[in-house]
């Protein structure tokens, strides 16, 4: 598993580590795990041309079976020799939850690699007071921390963005704070310190220790002040248009709605589809924090006519202003272009549940 924070980074670091496999040798399946449906994480990933399955309607620790029954169709589909399991962003207890039961009841097929959380630097510098900005209350800090004090593999990912004394400062904190776990620094886009990474991952296996504890209380109130929304949008335009530019403007759209509620932004990340591409092919754009400029991760080097759109919005809101948001930003980003109808096929939003495993090993 490779579990962090929403907007850790955890995806393109999946993609990251199949395709090392893949170049390896190695037949690899891919598990991706949200508390709702329509996951940008699915797309982006299946564009790739990497088998993967979805479990959505809760993590992986509520839905252990579906975990199982995921990995199962992988094997009978495709055979991989490797799975890769990307959990919900806001979950933790992964090892008490899932690694442990999945070893106890199913040992003689699975090794269970050690695992690795994933954080933002700059997020991380904020959570652990290293740095100001904006930040999460403390239920919600409380779930940030207990993925941190259970990981095998601390990872600081996009270490491009700190410098090389913010780096430090950084790691020996993780390390004072989480002496159970190795800090490893990377850069999966400038592809830096990669492969001692996916050294550990591949050849390391999980050591069993005690389960931590855990407050499901605290756990369930800091889930439940997060917002989520997901939506598919039908694109259509009279003219083509440039994919980059509409994805980066409807983002900043509703990056200018959630300053007015306000709301901190977890991860707001959205995939396009264009009706005319046979191969799959989709344009990203993310954004991890209120103060960043919207950041195209995939662009399409072809213009387009038509096409869907996915919308992923994880924020500490209400839901139903981040609809509203969303729904503002849709109009306003229309009315800008004419001859563009941006059409909102289906939306959800809702607080996540009361985590309830379905088994929990100590």
Known sequence: MIGGFLGAGKTTAVAALAQHLTDSGHKVGLITN?????????AMLRSLGFATEEIPGGC?????????EAAASLTEANRPDVIIAEPVGSCTDLVATVTYPLRRIYGDSYQIAPLSVLVDPIRAMRVLGLAEGGNFSSKVVYIY?????????IIVGKSELLTKE???????TLEREFPSAEVMSVSVREEWNLESWF?????????????MPVDYDVYAEGEALLGWF???????AEEEFEVGVLLRDL?????RGLEKIPAEVAHLKMTYSPDESLGGD??????VRNDLVPELGISLDEPSESGQLIINLRAEADPSALAEAVRQALLETAAARPGLELLLEHHEHFRPGRPEPTHRDA
């Open 166 to 172: 913010e780096t430090e400062l950084l790691t020996s």
């Open 251 to 255: 983002c900043a759209a509703v990056q």
């Open 230 to 236: 997901n939506a598919t949008v039908a694109v259509s």
């Open 60 to 68: 992986f620790c509520c839905r252990f079976n579906s975990l199982t």
């Open 199 to 211: 050294e550990r991952v591949t050849t390391g296996e999980q050591v069993p220790r005690a389960a």
């Open 145 to 153: 921390r207990k993925q941190l004090e259970e990981a095998d593999l």
């Open 282 to 287: 989709v344009a990203v754009v993310n954004l």
């Open 34 to 42: 949200d508390q709702g449906r329509e996951l940008v994480d699915t």
